[in-house]
């Protein structure tokens, strides 16, 4: 008996409250949607990556290649990312947020920032 595709990839929003802080949301991003935008890869090794709190440069799609790592909002809440989870990262005003690895000694990634306004296919998990 065949597996059934996966319609669901596991997905981390985050994003500004109206005061400026930044939050978190667990979801789903749905499978094979086409989304517009253009994207780079990064490398950061455990030398020089980020430690101090810092809003997302602009809103984008990451996608973590290798590395595993716990970030941390506003309220001290913290998630983990990791190969196979995508975050959408759109908050791009005040505090913003901080991360750590947690597993390895370098966090690879693919961009893909927005290219529109529009809406980032995300659906919360409840």
């Known amino acids: 008996m065949k597996t059934p595709p996966e ?3 596991k997905a981390i929003w985050l994003y500004n409250l109206p005061d400026g802080s930044c939050t978190f949301k667990t979801g789903t991003l749905p499978n094979r949607t086409t989304i517009a935008n253009k994207g780079f890869f990064a490398q950061t090794h455990i ?7 810092h809003p997302a440069p602009r809103k984008q799609y990451v996608v ?4 595993r790592l716990e970030f941390m909002v506003t309220s001290g809440d913290t998630f983990i ?9 759109e908050d791009t005003h005040g505090h913003g947020h901080t991360w750590r690895l947690i597993e390895g000694d370098v966090w690879k990634r693919l961009y ?3 290219d529109h306004e529009g809406s980032a296919h995300f659906t919360e998990t409840k």
């Open 64 to 67: 973590t290649l290798q590395g």
């Open 112 to 114: 893909l920032p927005f």
């Open 7 to 9: 319609t669901k990839i």
């Open 47 to 53: 030398d020089d990556y980020q430690k101090t709190s």
């Open 81 to 89: 990312i990791e190969p196979g989870v995508i975050l959408i990262a």
